[in-house]
């Protein structure tokens, strides 16, 4: 079975959660123009199970969410995060309290990769991809984040942790869909646990470190997808980038492989090793896709050669 780096682990861990929570809104489409944090504030539940809603709620906006998570908050500006409200519930006696925070994201495709960022857990039927795990519950539904964070990890804990977050998913109401993107990956052999959206080079380095200098051009107009592969052959990482044209994603491969120190192979691939394997590069139309960790040459113009005659962008 494939499983990220350990390395990677720990820093995906670092950067991720701040300890963070979860969701509000309103009945609308992801297409209308909801209220915002707002409104949604005033659909939050304020008691289950025991633990009520204590004190006024907090707002954070772009800069002073650094002072709420503490140093962890460029992963969500890196989803061009809004604003983030928090509520806090007090147990009780005998349990800790509850955490509460609805972060409003740039898109819905933004609140599905900054839950991406991190998806290890058990699946919940909370929001929209929710996922639990140490006490702490993540999902996304339309544009927001919801995160819920119970500060012991007691089955009471636990039950109350889940009554909130479903309760804030349907208070925001809307649903998104997920990146479009996500779809130009080839299924077969797709590890679908291990798929991550992202538009900002910090995330990139934190999944993937193939790119640190940004030859790639990973931005807010250039997504990315990171996928693993498990095959009989082997194992492997695929990157997945769109851009806005066959030419500029042309130069980014030619770029990435004047980084790499790879060569160009009869059939117009770029192929390389790096310290945790083969890689591979190319492109088709305005996409380009890289192999990466793979553990032979061979596997990796392989999965490559799959991924580019797939139907990319279909």
Known sequence: MLTPNSIQDGVILLLLLGFLMVVGGCETSIDDNPSGLAGIAQQLP???LGW???GGDDLYDTESIFSYIDGHAEVYLAYGMKACLARRFEGPEGESAIVLDVFEMASAEDAFGVWSHDRAGDSVEVGQDGV????WLSSWQGRYFL???AETGT??????LLEI?????????QTGSRPSLLQSLPSESLVPESVRYLRNPVILRAHLLVDPENHLGIGDSTPAVIGDYQLEAGNARTLLVEYDSEAVAAQAL????AGVTATETDDGLLVGSIDSGWIAGGTQGRYLAIV?????QELSRFLLNQILNSSIGD
């Open 46 to 48: 304020t008691e289950a």
């Open 52 to 54: 009520s809603a204590i």
């Open 132 to 135: 639990v795990k140490h006490g």
């Open 147 to 149: 995160s819920v964070y």
């Open 155 to 160: 089955p009471k804990a636990r039950e109350a």
């Open 165 to 173: 977050g479903r309760a804030a998913a349907d208070a925001v109401g």
């Open 254 to 257: 030619n770029d990435f492989g």
């Open 292 to 296: 990466s960790e793979a553990d032979t």
